[in-house]
């Protein structure tokens, strides 16, 4: 598998519904990414088409933001801050 840093990382855990709906686990690995789709390499039943829990927000206050474990994260664009800061 290829496509840069995202495919050189190691396995993650990709959770998911599994057909008698109990919440599911299994490890895979993350090649290329657009932020939206993301390729993945597992087991046979992380296939294509595979509805995937992408974040849990809990509590009354929805705080969390919810965010895609397989992208990259951004680095702060523009100067550095002055410095004491």
């Given at each position: 598998m290829s496509g840069g840093p995202a495919?050189?990382?190691g396995p993650t855990l990709l959770w998911?519904?599994?057909?008698?709906?109990k919440v599911t686990a299994r490890p895979v690995r993350a090649g290329?990414?657009?932020g939206q789709y993301t390729q993945v390499e597992g087991p046979a039943e992380v296939k294509e088409g595979l509805q995937v829990i992408a974040a849990i927000v809990g509590g009354s206050s929805?705080?969390?933001?919810p965010s895609n474990p397989f992208?990259?994260?951004q680095?702060?664009?523009g100067?550095?801050?002055p410095p004491g800061m």
């Open positions: 495919g050189s990382r998911f519904l599994d057909d008698s709906g290329i990414t657009d929805a705080t969390t933001t992208q990259q994260t680095q702060r664009q100067p550095p801050p």
